[in-house]
């Protein structure tokens, strides 16, 4: 599977502050919009038929430490990802089939006859399209950027 993970060092010292409940909807908020955020960029990046693959999900605790934003789907759409570590940047040498519907509708798209772009990946591979990585880099303080609105959340709480 390839996902990202956001984690929020601060819980410990914020649930031994505030008591488990108050920093739990902290918490909660922050990793929210975080992900939230990591997850609207990576949909905008995403290949089109990837789009509705990319998920989101907040620890499930009372306190939570992580939110993750994932890919699903199987091996297919993990190569079209690519590694989320960099390294490479495209696919190894293969041989798709002409047959194939994406390969179909590219060569189309760009003119180019399918047996021509078939020669091209056998010999090239094909560039990754690191949407998760790229929606990660975009929203580096998306974490620090959520924890005002947690503080106000914390306070509503807090005052009611």
Not at 1 to 28: C, H, N, Q, S, Y
Not at 30 to 38: F, G, P, Q, T
Not at 43 to 56: D, E, H, I, T
Not at 132 to 140: F, G, P
């Amino acid at each position: 599977m390839t996902k990202i993970d956001v984690e929020w060092r601060g819980v410990p010292e914020l649930r031994r502050k505030l008591g488990p409940e108050l920093a739990g909807v902290g918490a909660r908020a922050v990793l929210d919009r975080a992900s939230e955020k990591i997850e609207t960029a990576a949909r905008s990046l995403a290949p089109a038929r990837m789009k509705s693959m990319v998920r989101r999900e907040v620890d499930r605790g009372v306190v939570p430490r992580t939110a993750s934003v994932r890919l699903e789907g199987g091996k297919r759409e993990r190569a079209i990802h690519g590694p989320m570590s960099g390294g490479r940047e495209r696919t190894r040498p293969h041989r798709p089939p002409l047959s194939s519907p994406e390969l179909m509708a590219w060569a189309r798209e760009h003119g180019i006859p399918p047996s021509a772009v078939a020669a091209s990946v056998a010999k090239r591979g094909t560039p990754y399209k690191p949407f998760l990585r790229q929606a990660l880099e975009r929203n580096q303080g998306a974490l620090q950027a959520a924890v005002p609105e947690a503080e106000r959340a914390m306070e509503r709480r807090f005052n009611a």
